[in-house]
């Protein structure tokens, strides 16, 4: 896969996956709009991206808000004079059944989680249409084809990341504008890692995430973002309004 001559958005990219993706976008040579909501922690990844001789700038902004969605992509273009790929990685993970809910952890799950990547898409499409094309890819998670326990609301918006998806894709077909989804199984990431460390019992939680897993283990960072890149690259030129499902096993059992 090679990306030279792209230009790449990837929201919530200061930590784990949407990190290890936009490094692995720029080591085949795409600049790289790494958004966070953290300044401290995107231009780390900034940071780590030029070390390694390649491009890429910070853009803040908190997706869930629709003007900074509209300047978020607006910054990337107006550094790189264009945008064709964007990576809608950032969102929550919020814990609870429908009867713990709140209209509050509602609202603020489904702003991240939804409403951000459909407001970037709207911006970003703009954007793509006057360089010919381009490709959306939506991360959502097993969470969206599995029951998981405790994750009620997370299920909800990860669901409606796919229906994006398959709107996305026939709507811009004709535009040259490819969308897809990835749904990753659980991934030891910074932010899985934090949670676990906030436990009661860290050693029993990772564990009990672990048996959960048919192969026996969790996903690797790179493992998802490798599928980010493929559902992004030239060479999957005939996939759009697919989901990639990388979970160990997990809508097997």
Excluded: W
């Excluded at 509602?106 to 407001?119: C, D, L, S």
């Excluded at 811009?172 to 460390?197: F, H, M, W």
């Amino acid at each position: 896969m090679n990306f030279e001559g792209k230009v790449v958005l990837i929201t919530g990219a200061g930590s784990g996956i949407g990190r290890k993706a936009a490094i692995m976008f720029a080591e085949r040579g795409a600049k790289v709009a790494v958004n966070d909501i953290s300044a401290e922690r995107g231009n780390e990844t900034v940071e780590m991206i030029k070390k390694n001789g390649g491009v890429a700038i910070f853009v803040h902004g908190d997706v869930s808000k629709v003007s900074e969605a509209e300047k978020i992509v607006k910054q990337t273009v107006n550094e790189f004079n264009r945008l064709d790929i964007l990576v809608n990685n950032a969102g929550i993970v919020p814990s609870g059944k429908v009867e713990d809910l709140t209209e509050e952890d509602f609202e603020r799950t489904m702003a991240i989680n939804v409403k951000g990547p459909m407001f970037l898409a709207k911006y970003a499409v703009a954007e793509m249409k006057k360089v010919g094309g381009g490709v959306i890819v939506n991360v959502s998670s097993v969470a969206a084809l599995k029951g998981i326990p405790n994750r009620c609301v997370y299920s909800v918006s990860k669901a409606a990341l796919l229906g994006l998806t398959k709107s996305l894709a026939i709507d811009y077909v004709k535009d040259n504008i490819r969308v897809n989804a990835v749904c990753p199984g659980t991934t030891y990431s910074q932010g899985l890692a934090e949670r676990v460390r906030a436990s009661k019992d860290p050693d029993a939680v990772l564990a009990e995430m672990i048996a959960r897993q048919p192969v026996g283990r969790l996903a690797k960072e790179e493992e998802i973002a490798f599928a980010i890149l493929f559902a992004a690259c030239d060479e999957a030129a005939f996939m759009t309004g697919s989901y990639i499902v990388i979970d160990g096993g997990a809508t097997t059992a």
